[in-house]
């Protein structure tokens, strides 16, 4: 099936412990993203990439780095993981300037 | 810089009866407007965007939006709600260029009452 997919669905980890996160797409889209939803359901842009370079790089700690190994996959990396990280994780592609995102299912994040 | 409000952070209503949630907006230019939906424990998805043209947008599952630029608005509709439609409902800003990403609003919650 073609979609963006996320890797794990589920995660639950101690604090200080390092984990990833992948997402692949297999739409053919030249940019993705990785958006944070907190538990007020509020969602705020982390990272964007277009064609392996990051294009958008919000305020986020520097423990969390994307990466980009081609343009159909966009993983992110989070070292020293606190309690506060807790959230649901989406990745998103877009196709092309005039479409909107395509989401994952996102990753619920739990630290403990 | 763009933003987003959508003024009613839960509705409920009943089966068979209209809807209509509101979203307004902040932004410098002409805008990419959506209206994104989450099921519980799901990703977001698109029920409509407006680029340009025509003001009233169809989507998805019988939703439709409209799009005033004089009340920087653009409200979602639907004629007669379906138990089904129950959810999140997420409106977004932005621009057509990738440098920018999407703004998305706060969500309204949804409830239908059978």
């Known amino acids: 099936d073609t979609a963006v997919s996320q890797t794990p669905k589920y995660l639950v980890t101690q604090m200080g412990n390092d984990k990833s996160i992948k997402c692949e797409q297999n739409l053919g889209h030249d940019t993705m993203y990785w958006y944070k939803q907190d538990s007020k359901k509020f969602l705020k842009i982390m990272f964007s990439y277009n064609n392996k370079e990051l294009i958008i790089n919000e305020t986020v700690p520097n423990r969390f780095s994307p990466k980009s190994p081609d343009k159909a996959h966009l993983n992110l990396h989070i070292n020293s993981l606190e309690l506060g990280d807790s959230a649901v994780y989406f990745c998103a592609s877009r196709l092309g300037q005039d479409y909107g995102y395509t989401f994952g299912s996102g990753t619920r994040l739990t630290v403990v | ?114």
């Open chain 2, 1 to 114: 810089a763009q933003s987003v409000t959508q003024p009613d952070i839960h509705i409920t209503v009943s089966e068979g009866a209209s809807l209509e949630l509101r979203c307004n907006y902040s932004y410098g230019a002409t805008p990419y407007l959506f209206w994104y939906v989450q099921s519980p424990g799901q990703g977001l998805q698109l029920l409509l965007k407006y680029f340009s043209g025509d003001t009233l947008v169809q989507g998805i599952k019988g939703f439709e939006a409209e799009f005033k630029r004089s009340q920087s608005s653009f409200n979602l509709r639907k004629p007669s709600v379906h138990w089904s439609d129950a959810a999140e409902y997420f409106c977004a800003v932005g621009a057509r260029n990738y440098g920018q990403n999407f703004v998305f609003g706060p969500g309204t919650r949804l409830s239908v009452l059978p």
